[in-house]
């Protein structure tokens, strides 16, 4: 067993994972007689050997960024958000309906205007579980399942039956947003090799700064991870559990709206029906968990996640390995992060020698124990 610090430990528990996956996945290429060191080697070489790769892979990221947000939130307040994908879908439709029912607006008007829109069109749908668990107690994991189907099958009825034709080129893909909707930067697209990399990553990376500060800095954000630690000493401390929880869920949705706007706005430039839920409402909840729900965490496991994917690609079509296997080696990193206390066991954690302060009522002075008015010192050791 290795002593190693809580924070090293933290940091150690996640890259086991990923060098364990990576192995499971070498291990079946070698029982099915394929090289595994051609097949990384493919794979990191396409998703970071160019300008292009690089671009994909960030762009990738983008959408992984937001959801695994959309799902840390929520689970610092105690919740299993599953609704991700169908959170991510109704933020997608939306914001491409604004983008072509006001093609006229001028850019700096239509742009935030779709954004939020798709944002608020995530926080609904979120909320709604939000508020079903505030007031009734219903389970938010079966709310939201139910909630991903319910949001698949609206969108494909208001996509084919509602939107108006002049918006569509048939009855299952809309026409191309106008430019003045998109998050296309073309600059940005030519540095990168004219990659489809758009203006979605500066807001993901705006979205994690803001993540960060709630988190760390507000009241609200305090109050959330409370209601999350022990809803029943927070309520005791005065904080309204019913208002965390639909606050906490409306901010999850809202960020994973924000996923599907980065897709509609920015990747594909359109909306086309869905048969099932999208992809990336799944893999930012891998993301949020690979990261620890960190801000830090979550932007290099959706990193991660993206050259896995990109890379894929070209692991299937340079070394001619099945994609399946892609899908293998992230099954088991997430695998190994899901029994991440087996693998916490390999380290034991230092206790750090600290100095921690209990004020008492009416005590004075350097006396009895006492250091300074009102404050008790007591050596100890925090694990």
């Not at 206790?351 to 250091?371: A, L, M, Q």
């Amino acid at each position: 067993m290795i002593k190693v610090t809580p924070k090293v430990k933290n940091i150690l528990v996640p890259a086991i994972s990923i060098i364990a996956g990576f192995l499971v996945g070498a291990l079946i290429m070698l029982a099915w007689s394929y090289n595994p060191i051609e097949a990384y080697s493919s794979m990191f070489s396409s998703a970071l050997g160019n300008m292009n790769g690089i671009g994909e892979t960030i762009r990738g990221a983008t959408p992984l960024i937001f959801i695994a947000v959309g799902f840390a939130v929520a689970s610092k307040a105690g919740f299993f958000n599953i609704g991700l994908p169908g959170q991510a879908q109704a933020g997608w439709l939306t914001s491409v309906w604004i983008a072509l029912a006001f093609s006229h607006l001028p850019s700096y008007i239509l742009l935030p205007f779709a954004i939020i829109s798709g944002a608020l069109a995530g926080a609904i749908i979120a909320g709604i579980a939000g508020y079903l668990r505030a007031q009734f107690g219903t389970n938010e994991v079966i709310s939201t399942i139910m909630l991903n189907y319910i949001v698949l099958y609206v969108c494909q009825y208001l996509m084919q039956q509602i939107m108006p034709a002049s918006l569509r080129t048939g009855t299952d893909t809309t026409k191309t947003i106008p430019v003045n909707g998109s998050l296309k930067i073309g600059w940005l697209s030519s540095m990168f090799g004219d990659s489809r990399i758009n203006g979605g990553i500066f807001l993901a990376l705006i979205g994690l700064i803001l993540y960060w500060y709630f988190m760390k800095k507000t009241t609200a954000g305090f109050e959330i991870k409370a209601v999350g630690l022990n809803p029943f000493a927070s309520r005791y401390a005065g904080m309204s559990s019913k208002k965390n929880i639909i606050v906490s869920m409306l901010i999850s949705g809202a960020f994973s709206g924000l996923g599907g706007v980065a897709q509609g706005l920015g990747t594909y430039q359109n909306y086309f029906t869905q048969t099932s839920s999208v992809d990336i409402g799944w893999d930012g909840l891998s993301v949020a968990l690979l990261g620890g729900g960190t801000a830090l965490g979550i932007l290099l496991a959706a990193i991660l996640f993206s050259v896995l994917k990109i890379g894929g690609l070209g692991m299937q079509t340079i070394a001619g390995i099945p994609y399946e296997i892609v899908s293998i080696v992230i099954a088991a990193i997430i695998f190994f992060i899901a029994i991440n206390y087996v693998t916490g066991l390999i380290f034991k954690t230092k206790k750090n020698k600290s100095k921690y302060y209990i004020p008492t009522r009416k005590e004075k002075g350097p006396n009895n124990g006492v250091d300074g008015p009102g404050k008790k010192v007591i050596e100890g050791s925090v694990d």
